[in-house]
């Protein structure tokens, strides 16, 4: 049986730390909470000493606050991942943490579900990463982050330009990225996005498929479930009961 991944958690709110370290089924996603801090400089410290695979952080703290955690963190190269929990739902937060190194972001109230699929998410991507032998982290990796974000915050409107704006990237430069990295034009980037966005939507079945469509930009069900069947070979229905099987 695998180990659990550990977690930490960092609020200042003791509620809030209370809630997030017992209400959620943390052993049946694979983690177990290893410590629970009010501000980022006790976790920061703890880290220093302590090995840790997640980082569960508020944004706004005293002390130190998250983006600050995050930037000592990448400083100090302590290997492990960031996801940001914030009250506040303007991208500019997340887009910052991201650019800092987070793995993606949650917004207070946080909601049952969002989670289970966020940290299912990361622990399969934190698996492959274990089986996989990958190159040294570069400054690169935060940029494709910091993309994806953008096309889930703004999955109606992106387009190569709206993507440079809100991320403040060159156009030329987010192409010839996902181009060197990837071997993909930036729809095909949007496109695989949007379909692992929607491979996690679905494993909530209270989502209709009309409402993941809409979540994930599209204004028609029928154009999100052809493209659902091209990426994944199935559609979004067979994908969901495969997934209850």
Not at 25 to 30: D, F, N, R, V
Not at 93 to 119: H, M, S, T, W
Not at 134 to 149: G, I, M, W
Request: proline share 5%; charged share 25%.
């Amino acid at each position: 049986m695998p180990q659990p991944l550990r977690l930490i958690i960092v609020d200042d709110e003791s509620f809030m730390r209370d809630n997030l370290a017992h209400l959620f089924p943390w052993e049946e996603l694979g983690y177990e909470v290893a410590s629970v801090f009010a501000n980022g400089r006790e976790a920061l410290a703890y880290l220093e000493h302590n090995p840790a695979d997640v980082v569960l952080t508020d944004i706004q703290m005293p002390v130190m606050d998250g983006l600050e955690l995050a930037r000592c963190i990448r400083e100090q190269n302590i290997p492990v991942r960031l996801v940001f929990l914030s009250a506040y739902s303007d991208f500019e937060y997340a887009r910052k943490g991201i650019l800092y190194g987070a793995d993606d972001y949650l917004v207070k109230p946080v909601r049952y579900q969002e989670l289970v699929n966020l940290f299912t998410r990361l622990k399969d991507s934190i698996g492959a990463a274990a089986r996989e032998t990958v190159p040294e982290p570069d400054q690169e990796e935060p940029t494709l982050a910091a993309l994806s974000a953008c096309i889930r915050e703004h999955p109606g409107e992106i387009s190569l330009d709206f993507a440079s704006r809100a991320t403040g990237l060159d156009s030329e430069f987010i192409s010839g990225l996902l181009k060197e990295r990837l071997s993909m034009t930036f729809p095909e980037f949007v496109c695989r996005e949007k379909m692992i966005w929607a491979a996690g939507l679905l494993r909530d079945i209270h989502l209709s498929i009309g409402e993941i469509a809409a979540r994930t930009g599209y204004t028609n069900s029928k154009n999100f479930s052809r493209a659902f069947h091209n990426y994944y070979h199935m559609t979004p229905m067979q994908y969901r009961k495969k997934g209850e099987t």
